[in-house]
């Protein structure tokens, strides 16, 4: 384990611990106070070194501060150790393009935790979209929010880490952590935009956003619309999916997928159905991560995914900071 800052980094060495082929061995941790704490709760060795860790183990899972991730990843690629990162896999396109050519040059197994993309309710739109049940799609919503930064008695700054709120580490706010998850869901079903629009909002006076949009278009008119924050106590989370021919809706808040569309027959037109089959949820990333060591298999679609990932949060990030649209090729 390469830190313990992520709020996942505990779901991660549990992951480790529950899977056949796997053993949590050793952590590593930019706070050797955490680092130390955790090896003593597990029963493993802690190191001080991370290079010295690298040295003795087969893996490493990634749960540093956002913008450590180039130089952890890398050192990770060069001692030939295989990687599983949280996301991001780092801020900016130029860190990923390094860490991408030191993966390939080293030949290590990297997957990124993309964690939507294997859920049921995606594999069962993904399907209505690829079978074109919708017609052409013209629009996609998907919004994710919590309750992060909200003061409880509990906590007056709210349940997230304070580290949360640093720029530094973090890369920015709601749009770059919670907001990956729609947004790589907008990209899986609508493609890569041509430009990236976004508005933060600072509802907790903070120094990253805790509310956020971003908006991608598309010079053939199709629209994409991300949505994330830490300031909404009760919001679900929604995936909208509209097309010339229909449109399907997706929430958490009763777990229905609802479809009505010209392309499916009578029934669909007359009224919305509710009855379109989800099924189980694929495999895990982690999961995934493990039958790529084994086969000599690659996570070729997941790390297409994440790279285009970082390039949209970079893109949101740059339209906030310059007040103007970002066109992607522009971080070619």
Same mark, same amino acid.
């Given at each position: 384990?390469?830190? *313990?800052?992520?709020?996942?980094?505990?779901?991660?060495?549990?992951?480790v $611990?529950?899977?056949?082929?796997?053993?949590?061995?050793?952590v590593?941790?930019?706070?050797? +106070?955490?680092?130390?704490?955790?090896?003593?709760?597990?029963g493993?060795?802690?190191?001080?070194?991370?290079?010295?860790?690298?040295?003795? &183990?087969?893996? &490493?899972?990634?749960?540093?501060? %956002?913008?450590?991730?180039? $130089?952890v990843?890398?050192?990770a690629?060069?001692?030939?150790?295989?990687?599983? %990162?949280?996301?991001?896999?780092a801020p900016?396109?130029?860190?990923?393009?390094?860490?991408?050519d030191? &993966?390939?040059?080293?030949?290590?197994?990297?997957?990124?935790?993309?964690?939507?993309?294997? /859920?049921? *309710?995606?594999?069962?739109?993904?399907? &209505?979209? $690829?079978?074109?049940?919708?017609?052409?799609?013209?629009?996609?919503?998907?919004?994710?929010?919590?309750?992060?930064?909200?003061?409880?008695?509990?906590s007056?700054?709210?349940?997230?880490?304070?580290? /949360?709120?640093?720029k530094?580490?973090?890369g920015?706010?709601?749009?770059?952590? @919670?907001?990956?998850?729609?947004?790589?869901?907008v990209?899986?079903l609508?493609?890569?935009?041509?430009?990236?629009?976004?508005? *933060?909002?600072?509802?907790?006076?903070?120094?990253?956003?805790?509310?956020?949009?971003?908006?991608?278009?598309?010079?053939?008119?199709?629209?994409?619309?991300?949505?994330?924050?830490?300031?909404?106590?009760?919001?679900?989370?929604? @995936?909208?999916?509209?097309?010339?021919?229909?449109?399907?809706l997706?929430? %958490?808040?009763?777990?229905?997928?609802?479809?009505?569309?010209?392309?499916?027959?009578?029934?669909?037109?007359?009224?919305?159905?509710?009855?379109?089959?989800?099924?189980?949820?694929?495999?895990?990333? /982690? $999961?995934?991560?493990?039958?790529?060591?084994?086969?000599?298999?690659?996570?070729?679609?997941?790390?297409q995914?994440?790279?285009?990932?970082? +390039?949209?949060?970079?893109?949101?990030?740059?339209?906030?900071s310059?007040?103007?649209?970002?066109?992607?090729?522009?971080?070619?």
């Amino acid at each position: 384990m390469a830190s *313990y800052w992520h709020v996942h980094a505990g779901d991660y060495a549990r992951q480790v $611990e529950a899977h056949p082929l796997t053993e949590l061995a050793a952590v590593w941790d930019e706070d050797p +106070k955490r680092g130390h704490a955790v090896a003593e709760v597990k029963g493993i060795k802690f190191f001080e070194s991370y290079k010295d860790m690298l040295a003795e &183990v087969d893996a &490493v899972i990634i749960d540093t501060p %956002t913008t450590m991730h180039e $130089e952890v990843l890398i050192a990770a690629a060069e001692a030939g150790k295989h990687i599983f %990162t949280e996301k991001v896999i780092a801020p900016t396109w130029k860190e990923v393009r390094a860490i991408l050519d030191a &993966v390939e040059a080293n030949g290590v197994k990297l997957m990124v935790s993309l964690p939507r993309l294997y /859920f049921g *309710y995606t594999l069962a739109v993904r399907e &209505v979209v $690829e079978n074109h049940r919708l017609g052409q799609v013209t629009l996609v919503r998907s919004r994710l929010s919590h309750n992060g930064a909200i003061p409880t008695d509990q906590s007056p700054t709210g349940w997230l880490p304070a580290h /949360f709120f640093n720029k530094e580490q973090c890369g920015g706010g709601a749009m770059i952590d @919670l907001g990956c998850h729609p947004m790589y869901l907008v990209r899986l079903l609508l493609g890569m935009p041509d430009t990236v629009s976004a508005t *933060y909002g600072h509802i907790t006076g903070r120094e990253v956003e805790d509310n956020a949009v971003s908006v991608l278009q598309y010079n053939h008119g199709a629209i994409g619309i991300v949505e994330a924050g830490f300031v909404n106590r009760f919001s679900p989370f929604a @995936l909208e999916v509209h097309g010339t021919e229909g449109s399907l809706l997706y929430s %958490t808040h009763d777990e229905k997928m609802i479809i009505r569309s010209t392309a499916m027959g009578q029934e669909y037109v007359d009224e919305w159905k509710v009855n379109v089959p989800v099924p189980q949820d694929d495999k895990t990333a /982690f $999961e995934q991560w493990i039958d790529h060591i084994n086969n000599g298999t690659e996570a070729v679609e997941n790390i297409q995914l994440a790279a285009d990932l970082t +390039k949209l949060m970079e893109a949101s990030n740059r339209s906030v900071s310059e007040s103007r649209a970002i066109a992607i090729r522009e971080l070619a």
